[in-house]
């Protein structure tokens, strides 16, 4: 039995001789990766807010007055509590991208949460945290989740091809938080709810809507 | 630094200006390490060693189809060591999965798994009884409740506060077994 075992070993193992005699000859070949998985991430986030905006643009249409209203303390609040959620995206999608690399997904959000837990302490505004109208969450948790979409489909392709994901669940949660973050961000030109209690329930829970969706495409999609 | 960190990023380096023959000198030592490591983690959860090669040959695959992901500002045993990781995790649900879906009888095969329409097994009752003491307490529950008793997986999960899964695995073990302790009687 000790001998035959030896002997399957010994095949087993001849084929495995035989597999590496043929990847050793694909050397030179394969896809050479001409931009780093840095630099596709950032082309694809430019691109991916683009089509946010035009998809605000399309169904809630800009604020009124929004360029007398762009320095105001609410809509820059606003703008940079969004900007800070892409941000931790974006680092937390070029870690899961790269095996080996620790997720720190504390560390990363901290900046965009402190901004706006200080944002709803601090605010003196009076404004509801249900916004101007009782759909006004709802809405807004809508429009968000439609302007997420095309930067959700094009960054999973993103991580797909260029990225190597070793928790593929991981790698879709954070996809989906920076796609969810740049259709919030988009979503600041079109949001005439000046409460930061309103950006922290209805856009925050809209990002976590769509990193649960990452999440759950991420497992079938990212795995290889 | 660890001197294969300095030889193997040389020679992922190497390959991609077409180096042939430190690239397969690489995939060579590299699959002498996951060996190992996956035979030792095959003994540690139960699972054939049969296999153990197919799962060096995956990562083998993996890391040729991904190689030029990785870039040389990174370390690279870092990186090996995550996708080495994955493939095994993957690998073992896997054979987990088939282990159980094996173990998946319908509730007719079950209950008739021990019947018999040869009478002269009938004789040997007595000596599976003897083999099914033999067995270590939990799965004796298990083979006595499921082959003598008639239940269905379901209901042995039940009555012995269990999940489904663990009777169904702790059966196809149990099985092994007595199917080896059945040669040895035979054969003395």
Redesign the interface.
């Known amino acids: 039995m000790t001998e035959n075992r030896a002997d399957?070993?010994t095949l087993?193992?001849a084929?495995?001789?035989a597999?590496?005699?043929e990847?050793?000859?694909?050397?030179?070949g394969?896809?050479?990766?001409e931009w780093?998985?840095a630099s596709v991430l950032w082309a694809g986030v430019a691109l991916s807010l683009t089509a946010s905006l035009l998809v605000v643009g399309l169904t809630a249409g800009p604020r009124p007055n929004l360029s007398s209203l762009a320095l105001e303390w609410a809509v820059q609040f606003k703008a940079a509590a969004m900007a800070s959620t892409v941000g931790a995206g974006i680092a937390l999608t070029r870690a899961a991208a790269?095996?080996?690399?620790q997720l720190r997904p504390f560390i990363c959000l901290s900046p965009a949460v402190v901004l706006i837990l200080c944002g709803v302490i601090f605010d003196r505004s009076g404004l509801s945290v249900t916004g101007v109208r009782f759909q006004s969450g709802p809405f807004c948790v809508g429009v968000v989740l439609l302007a997420s979409s095309p930067p959700l489909a094009l960054l999973l392709r993103v991580m797909t091809k260029?990225?190597?994901p070793?928790?593929p669940a991981a790698a879709g949660a954070a996809v989906g938080l920076l796609a969810g973050s740049l259709g919030a961000l988009a979503y600041v030109v079109a949001c005439v709810n000046d409460a930061a209690g309103f950006v922290a329930v209805w856009y925050g829970g809209a990002i976590l809507l769509v990193a649960a969706l990452g999440a759950a495409l991420g497992r079938k999609i990212l795995?290889? | 630094m660890d001197s294969r960190e300095i030889r193997w990023s040389q020679a992922l380096r190497l390959?991609?200006?077409?180096?042939?023959?430190s690239?397969?000198s690489f995939?060579?030592d590299f699959?002498d390490s996951v060996r190992r490591i996956v035979k030792m983690r095959f003994r540690l959860l139960n699972l054939s060693p049969?296999d153990a090669?197919d799962v060096?040959?995956e990562v083998?695959?993996?890391v040729?189809?991904?190689?030029?992901?990785w870039?040389d500002d990174?370390?690279l045993?870092?990186?090996?060591?995550?996708?080495t990781?994955?493939k095994l995790i993957?690998a073992v649900r896997r054979l987990r999965r088939d282990a159980l879906r094996r173990c998946d009888l319908t509730d007719y095969e079950w209950a008739n798994l021990f019947a018999a329409d040869d009478p002269a097994l009938h004789r040997d009752a007595c000596d599976v009884d003897r083999l099914i003491d033999q067995l270590p307490t939990g799965q004796q529950s298990v083979v006595r409740a499921l082959g003598v008793d008639g239940d269905t997986p379901k209901e042995a999960a039940v009555r012995l506060g269990i999940s489904e899964g663990a009777v169904r695995v702790a059966f196809h073990r149990s099985l092994k077994r007595l199917a080896a302790m059945r040669r040895r009687f035979v054969d003395d």
């Open positions: 399957e070993q087993v193992q084929r495995t001789d597999l590496i005699a990847l050793a000859g694909q050397a030179g394969g896809d050479a990766a780093s998985f790269i095996p080996g690399t260029r990225g190597t070793t928790q795995a290889w | 390959e991609r200006q077409g180096e042939r023959e690239y397969e995939l060579k699959a049969a090669e060096v040959q083998l695959i993996a040729h189809s991904k190689r030029r992901h870039t990174r370390p045993l870092p990186w090996l060591n995550a996708v990781r994955y993957d």
